[in-house]
């Protein structure tokens, strides 16, 4: 089945950094999402993006889907301590697997004050 | 924005006993929903995709006659786990969309602990 590696697993930065973040696929999807989760709470989708070379922002979220479909990565600038939480990755890949996202292995964020 | 309630957030069960979430869309209809899993620090997985009016599919290694689903209307779908053991204590976490595409919008998730 697909699969979905993103890294880094762990990021520790300082409040006002910039943060990077990215997936990577062993097939290609025709939808990335972003998703960010709270302990205890259902991911909220943060940027979605639904064409090959696309570069969405969000606020500071900025998040873009590789040409080769196979690919996305999401910045994060100048970092505030809200910004604290597990980061997703989704891909979908459509037709018949509508719906049927398959989840990055997560990046946690810790920003400290 | 389009919201997905669950309910209950938390639920401690004995084991043997069976247990019922439900997931609603509140402001929209949704005759696709899905359920997810999530075991401590791990991603979320795909259980099943519950269809309003007819069966629900499972993905591969979850078994259907444990964790049962009805999707009633067109805005509930409820996730039943039967005879429930301590391997099933996990967070389970329901999606939907209103525009019956993506992006899908995701439940706050139950607490499931059985002791």
């Known amino acids: 089945g697909q699969q979905l590696n993103q890294s880094p697993q762990s990021m520790f930065i300082q409040e006002g950094e910039d943060v990077s973040m990215n997936c990577t696929s062993s097939s290609i999807f025709n939808t990335w999402l972003w998703y960010k989760q709270d302990p205890g709470e259902g991911p909220v989708l943060l940027i979605a993006?639904?064409?090959?070379?696309e570069l969405t922002s969000n606020g500071r979220l900025t998040a873009q889907f590789g040409i080769t479909r196979k690919d996305s990565f999401l910045n994060i600038s100048a970092s505030i301590p809200s910004d604290v939480g597990i980061y997703f990755c989704?891909?979908?890949?459509?037709?018949?697997?509508?719906?049927?996202?398959?989840f990055g292995q997560g990046t946690i964020l810790t920003v400290h004050p | 924005g389009a919201v997905v309630s669950q309910h209950p957030s938390r639920v401690i069960c004995k084991s043997g006993t069976s247990v019922k979430i439900e997931c609603r869309s509140l402001?929209?209809?949704?005759?696709?929903m899905f359920w997810y899993r999530q075991f401590p620090k791990q991603s979320l997985m795909l259980m099943a995709t519950?269809?309003?009016?007819?069966?629900?599919?499972?993905e591969q290694g979850v078994e259907k006659d444990k964790f049962l689903i009805n999707h009633a209307s067109l805005t509930l779908s409820t996730l039943t786990v039967t005879s429930a053991h301590p391997e099933d204590s996990s967070f389970y976490i329901c999606s939907a969309s209103p525009l019956q595409g993506l992006p899908l919008h995701f439940g706050n998730g139950t607490r499931l602990t059985v002791t």
């Open positions: 519950s269809n309003e009016g007819s069966k629900a599919t499972y």
């Open positions: 989704a891909g979908d890949a459509g037709g018949t697997s509508y719906g049927k996202l398959t």
């Open positions: 402001d929209f209809q949704a005759t696709t």
């Open positions: 993006l639904y064409k090959a070379g």
